[in-house]
């Protein structure tokens, strides 16, 4: 893949992870009460206030982060991304983080085909892991892989939505990814709930 291939999919993956929308199905079951209507806010600076120690220590670059002005009518949405480009542009990454403060409770997230129900974190989960693609890099030789990863919680009228795209030689088990996708769901709900 050249290097306008690999930019022009590096900016599709923005663009589909910023458009992209949850398909409505079946609800997941709570696993836990759900928490107060109040006890929930969106976090202006949410990607500086979350680890990104992996990302840097796997494209060997500082994460360059984004964070998106809500829509008029919308300031109850936040979003923000987290990217990084490895110099030799083999590893790229981009973790995208959507919250969203319901004005009913509880926030509903559906269940999309091919995820399944996560217990642990929040009141309802689910993660989905995306279909590895691997590919030709003809600029630097040798193949990447490409994979989209996604986890939607909620917890009482808040909801969080992370997901890493990731195009490097190799992808991590998924094992690895749902430790990472729980783990920014349960600190931006902390954050999002008035935590330091």
Not at 56 to 74: H, I, S
Request: proline fraction near 8%; include cysteine.
């Amino acid at each position: 893949m050249t290097i306008a291939g690999r930019s022009t999919l590096a900016l599709l993956l923005l663009a589909l992870s910023a458009c992209a929308k949850v398909p409505s199905a079946e609800p997941v079951a709570p696993s836990a009460p759900a928490t107060p209507l109040a006890a929930y806010q969106i976090v202006d600076n949410l990607c500086e206030r979350l680890d990104h120690a992996w990302l840097q220590e796997l494209a060997g670059v500082p994460p360059k982060l984004k964070t998106f002005e809500p829509l008029p009518g919308k300031e109850n949405h936040g979003m923000c991304h987290a990217g990084a480009g490895s110099t030799d542009r083999r590893t790229l990454i981009l973790v995208r983080i959507s919250t969203t403060v319901e004005r009913a409770e509880p926030a509903d997230i559906g269940l999309p085909k091919n995820a399944r129900q996560l217990s642990g974190v929040g009141d309802r989960a689910w993660i989905k892991f995306g279909k590895p693609i691997t590919h030709p890099n003809e600029q630097f030789g040798g193949e990447t892989t490409l994979r989209i990863d996604d986890l939607m919680v909620a917890a009482g009228p808040a909801r969080v939505s992370v997901t890493i795209s990731l195009d490097a030689p190799s992808v991590p088990e998924e094992s690895a990814a749902e430790a990472l996708l729980t783990a920014y769901a349960r600190r931006s709900l902390e954050l999002m709930a008035g935590g330091q």
